[in-house]
């Protein structure tokens, strides 16, 4: 990778995070910390209002963007692809947002981009068993009770048809077992609890935040969870 298209990465990089530690940047792209200094500093002599918090890492300055974004064509394939398996893997609240967003990156290809990608959706399919498809539309709200910390009211029915009213303070969302599952702080048993998706009957979104003061890490709970699987980020 030249350095131009380093810069350009390093500066997206950026502007998906909160903050960037110096030693994200440097695994991110395989350069030294000391690079990374110095790649830093020119995205700053170029007008880039890159900041640095202590202990937290590098950030962007609220209220700069980027202009619009130009994807070439083995990116938008990608997301192309993308959309099949979230498809078949998300529910629909996910599956509305995702096609949204891609409609977005369609809108700035180039119009020979936009025949090539159109071509493609005709040519891509995927075939799965009714047992994996979700038939829930909750994944959205679950999302936004992790991102924003609120506690969840659901109808929960165990495997025994047994239905009860639990709220909860979820931690994360996990796919295992061909199956979503939130995992969360259960304030009527007092324990971490792993509750499947799919067994939701109803699910309520409050504005109350987490009463926790502290929570595992997702990474901590599924070293315990009953599968065997291979963790991805």
Not at 34 to 60: C, N, W
Not at 86 to 93: E, H, I, N, R
Not at 153 to 181: Q, T
């Amino acid at each position: 990778m030249n350095r131009i298209d380093r810069l350009f990465g390093i500066l997206t990089l950026l502007q998906s995070k909160k903050y960037v530690t110096a030693e994200r940047i440097s695994e991110k792209f395989d350069i030294s910390v000391r690079t990374v200094y110095r790649d830093v500093k020119a995205l700053g002599e170029q007008g880039v209002p890159v900041s640095f918090e202590q202990h937290k890492g590098y950030f962007i300055v609220q209220g700069y963007f980027l202009p619009p974004v130009a994807f070439n064509s083995e990116e938008a394939n990608a997301l192309l692809l993308m959309e099949t398996l979230v498809a078949g893997f998300a529910d629909q609240s996910i599956v509305t947002h995702y096609s949204s967003a891609l409609n977005k990156v369609k809108a700035v290809l180039k119009n020979s981009q936009k025949e090539k990608l159109e071509a493609m959706s005709n040519n891509i399919r995927m075939r799965l068993p009714d047992c994996v498809r979700p038939n829930f539309s909750y994944l959205s709200i679950l999302q936004e009770a992790l991102s924003s910390k609120l506690i969840i009211e659901i109808e929960y029915k165990n495997n025994k048809a047994e239905s009860s009213l639990r709220k909860a303070e979820p931690i994360g969302l996990v796919f295992y077992a061909f199956a979503w599952h939130v995992i969360g702080w259960c304030h009527l048993r007092k324990e971490y609890r792993d509750f499947k998706v799919a067994r939701i009957v109803t699910i309520r979104l409050t504005d109350i935040p987490f009463t926790k003061a502290k929570h595992m890490l997702l990474s901590e709970y599924m070293e315990i969870l009953p599968a065997v699987y291979e963790s991805l980020r």
